[in-house]
C-alpha cells in the first residue's frame, strides 16, 4: 500500500479484496499480523499481511485485556530488587503463578522521577537513586521504547507486548516489525503495571536502595537496604541494570562469583531527521504519512563491529549518568517521533583483551575502562551534564570544531576534540566507521551531523554468572541474577524475557 492507504485501517479491507481478485463485501473479518515500511525502491511502500476470513467469521476474535489474577498476599513471598523491565515481568510472572512477589525499587514512582530528570536537565545535578536509569519502569522508561529484539529464542515475544498492550500500549505494536511506545506514553504503562501488582496483593516498595544480602548455610534469605531494613524471603532475584555498580561491588565484597564480558562504547550521533529522511526514503521532505525514518549500521573494523545502537528517529539526547561526575549519553523520543533530529550511538565492541592494561581490576576490568571515558568527557565539558561534542567530519579529520549546529541535548554541549578523548582503539575505529557508513548511507558523514561523548551504558562489562538450568547464581542457592544488568539481556523486551524466565525458574524450586 502507498504509506496513505497504509494509515487508514478503513480501506485495509478493500485493498486485500483488490489483491485477491474478490468483492469487498466477501471478506469477513481481517486480522493483521505485521505491518513494515519497504524503502528498497524510490516509491516507498508499506508492507501489511493479514489474515483474511472470506465468507466465514473467525471461530473467535481475540481482545487483549488486563488479567485479574487471584489474590496472593498470603502465598509464600519472592523479592525482586529492581523495577525495570526484567523487575517488573518478572514480578507478573510470580503473580500469575501464585507467589507474592515483594518488589523493592532504589528510586521514586514514575510520577516523582520526572522532577529529578529535569533536574539533570536544568541543574545538572545528578540523584543516585533517581534519574535516567534509576527509578520505577528502570531504563527503558524515559526511552524510545523500541521493542524490537533478535532475542526470539528466550520466550514469547508476542507475550511481553500483549501484557505491554493490556497495560496502555497501543495495539500497533503488536503488528509492527519495528514496534516502538514512545517516552510520552511509557509512564503510564509502568504505573497501570504497578496497579496490577498491587491489585493482586504484591508488594512495592520505593525509595529502598538495597545494600547487603543475608546469606544463611550456603542460601538467601532476604536483603537488607541502606537504612538497615530487612526483608525476607526464600528467593531474591536481582533485576538492578547495568549502571547498579554498588550491587557489583557488593557481590565482590560478598565473595560471589562475577566475570568480565565483551560489552561496547562510543559516541551518539545525530543528524537533522530531514537528512536522514531524505537517504532513506530517497525523498525529503518525507511522504506526511510516514514516521520519521531510522538506520542501522554495522562494519566490522580492525576486527571489532562498528554499530549503531538504540537510533532514535525524531528523538533527543539524553543524559544518562547515574552518579555526579560522569558524562554519560543515551537516547529517546516520543510516540510520533517528531522532534527535528535523528539520533543513534555509534559504538565499537570492547573484549576483554582490549582493556588489558585494566587488568589489575579483574571482573570489574570494563567497569574501570567506562568510568575513566565516562569522567574525561565529564572533564572536557566543564564537569556539569553538558556533553563533549565535536562534527562527525571535524571528528574524522581529526581537527577541533570551530563551531557546533543545533543539538537536542538540553544540558548544552562543548567544542571538545573527541578524537583525542575517546581512547586511541576506539576513536580510530569509529573514525573509520564513519567514513564506511558513508558508503552505505550516502551523506550520512556530513559536517551537519554531531557527536557526543560518551555512549558507555550499552550493556554491562559484568555478568553474574548462573546455573544454566536453575538459573540461580553459581554459588548462592536462591539468587536469581536477573535481566541486563547480570548480563543475560539487553533492552527492554529481552529484559522482560529474563524476569519472565527468571521467575519461572524461582517458582520451580519453591513450589518443589
Ligand atoms: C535513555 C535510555 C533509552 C533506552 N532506549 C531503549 C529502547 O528504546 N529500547 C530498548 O529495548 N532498550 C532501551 N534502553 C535500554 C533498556 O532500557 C534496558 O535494556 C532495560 O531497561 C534493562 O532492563 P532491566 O530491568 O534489566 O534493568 P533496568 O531497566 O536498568 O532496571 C534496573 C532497576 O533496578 C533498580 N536498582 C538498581 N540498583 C538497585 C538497588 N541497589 N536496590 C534497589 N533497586 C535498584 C534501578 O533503579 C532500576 O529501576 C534504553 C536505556 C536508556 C538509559
Not at 341 to 350: L, P, R
Not at 358 to 373: D, H, K, M, Y
Not at 426 to 453: C, N, P, W
Amino acid at each position: 500500500m502507498t504509506p496513505k492507504q497504509a494509515a487508514d485501517p478503513s480501506g485495509w479491507k478493500t485493498a486485500f479484496a483488490h489483491t485477491l481478485r474478490i468483492p469487498p463485501a466477501r471478506i469477513k473479518h481481517l486480522n493483521p499480523i505485521q505491518r513494515s515500511v519497504d524503502a528498497r525502491a524510490s516509491k516507498v511502500k508499506i508492507r501489511l499481511k493479514a489474515e483474511v476470513f472470506i465468507d466465514e467469521q473467525p471461530a473467535e476474535i481475540r481482545k487483549i485485556t488486563r488479567k485479574t489474577f487471584a489474590d496472593v498476599s498470603h502465598k509464600p513471598p519472592v523479592i525482586v530488587v529492581g523495577a525495570g523491565p526484567a523487575g517488573l515481568f518478572a514480578a507478573l510472572t510470580l503473580i500469575e503463578n501464585g507467589l507474592k512477589p515483594i518488589l523493592i525499587e532504589r528510586g521514586k514512582d514514575v510520577k516523582a522521577r520526572k522532577f529529578d530528570i529535569a533536574q539533570i536537565n536544568r541543574e545538572h545535578i545528578v540523584n543516585p537513586d533517581s534519574n535516567y536509569c534509576f527509578g520505577e519502569g528502570g531504563a527503558g522508561t524515559y526511552s524510545d521504547g523500541k521493542l524490537y529484539t533478535r532475542s526470539t529464542k528466550r520466550g514469547n515475544v508476542g507475550n511481553i507486548l500483549e501484557i505491554l498492550v493490556a497495560h496502555g500500549a497501543a495495539d500497533d505494536i503488536l503488528i509492527d516489525s519495528h514496534p516502538h511506545i514512545g517516552t510520552d506514553k511509557l509512564p503510564a504503562i509502568v504505573g497501570a503495571m504497578r496497579q496490577t501488582i498491587l491489585d493482586a496483593g504484591g508488594e512495592i516498595c520505593f525509595n529502598r536502595r538495597i545494600s547487603d544480602l543475608i546469606i544463611q548455610n550456603g542460601k538467601i534469605r532476604g536483603v537488607v537496604d541502606k537504612n538497615g531494613n530487612s526483608c525476607e524471603a526464600q528467593a531474591v532475584i536481582l533485576a538492578t541494570g547495568h549502571s547498579a555498580r554498588d550491587i557489583y561491588d557488593l557481590l565482590q565484597h560478598k565473595g560471589l562469583a562475577l566475570e568480565a564480558k565483551s560489552f561496547a562504547l562510543g559516541v551518539r550521533a545525530e543528524h537533522p531527521q530531514e537528512l536522514i529522511d531524505g537517504i532513506q526514503y530517497h525523498h525529503s521532505p518525507r511522504d506526511p504519512y510516514l514516521q520519521a525514518a531510522s538506520y542501522s549500521l554495522v562494519k566490522q573494523i580492525d576486527g571489532r563491529g562498528v554499530f549503531s545502537f538504540c537510533m532514535c528517529p525524531g528523538g533527543t539526547i539524553v543524559p544518562a549518568a547515574t552518579e555526579a561526575g560522569q558524562v554519560v549519553v543515551n537516547g529517546m523520543s516520543n510516540s510520533r517521533r517528531n522532534s527535528p533530529f535523528a539520533n543513534s550511538g555509534i559504538v565499537v565492541q570492547i573484549e576483554p583483551a582490549d582493556i588489558a592494561h585494566l587488568s589489575g581490576f579483574g571482573a570489574f576490568a570494563g567497569l574501570e575502562f567506562q568510568r575513566q571515558v565516562e569522567d574525561a568527557c565529564w572533564r572536557a565539558a566543564g564537569m556539569r551534564q553538558a556533553a563533549p561534542a565535536q562534527r562527525i567530519t571535524d571528528f574524522t579529520k581529526g581537527v577541533n570544531s570551530s563551531s557546533l549546529p543545533d543539538c537536542s541535548y538540553y544540558p548544552g554541549i562543548v567544542a571538545a576534540p573527541l578524537h583525542e578523548i575517546l581512547p586511541p582503539f576506539v576513536a580510530g575505529r569509529l573514525r573509520q566507521a564513519f567514513v564506511e557508513f558513508d558508503k552505505m548511507m550516502k551523506g550520512y558523514h556530513t559536517s551537519e551531523a554531531l557527536i557526543l561523548g560518551t555512549e558507555s551504558r550499552t550493556s554491562s562489562p559484568v555478568r553474574i554468572p548462573r546455573n544454566p538450568d536453575t538459573l540461580e547464581h553459581v554459588g548462592l542457592a536462591g539468587l536469581y541474577p536477573c535481566g541486563e544488568g547480570a548480563g543475560y539481556s539487553g533492552g527492554i523486551v529481552s529484559s522482560a524475557l529474563d524476569g519472565v524466565n527468571c521467575a519461572l525458574a524461582a517458582v520451580k524450586k519453591i513450589k518443589r
